[in-house]
């Protein structure tokens, strides 16, 4: 646990980041970006079924309410949406959540 301990260490010291969620509506994802958001190092941006992200938020008891959240269906695409809100510096890194690992490189690359 030392390793961990050693990386959370490093992150308080920097400023919060932004963090373009591809295919957000997983219930792992949304559990591990809330930990994130709620320890205040990064500032999540949503992006996948703005319903989904509801309904397993509420499930996990997981406060969405003051997250970005960006509504697309496709998960193509929201890979695309997450990749040109960094390149346009509205987010500082991409998570990757529920797609295919292929298609969040083709978006990248």
Do not use: C
Request: glycine share 6%; net charge negative; charged share 25%.
């Amino acid at each position: 646990m030392q390793y961990f301990d050693a990386i959370e260490s490093i992150v308080r010291l920097r400023t919060s980041g932004r963090i373009a969620v591809a295919a957000a509506h997983d219930d792992h994802v949304l559990q591990s970006i809330w930990e994130v958001y709620r320890k205040g190092y990064a500032h999540p941006i949503l992006i996948g079924d703005k319903e989904k992200i509801f309904t397993i938020a509420d499930t996990l008891g997981v406060d969405v309410s003051s997250m970005t959240i960006i509504k697309e269906m496709d998960e193509r695409k929201s890979a695309e949406i997450a990749v040109t809100l960094v390149q346009n510096g509205e987010a500082d890194a991409i998570m990757k959540g529920l797609l295919q690992t292929a298609d969040l490189l083709r978006a990248v690359l």
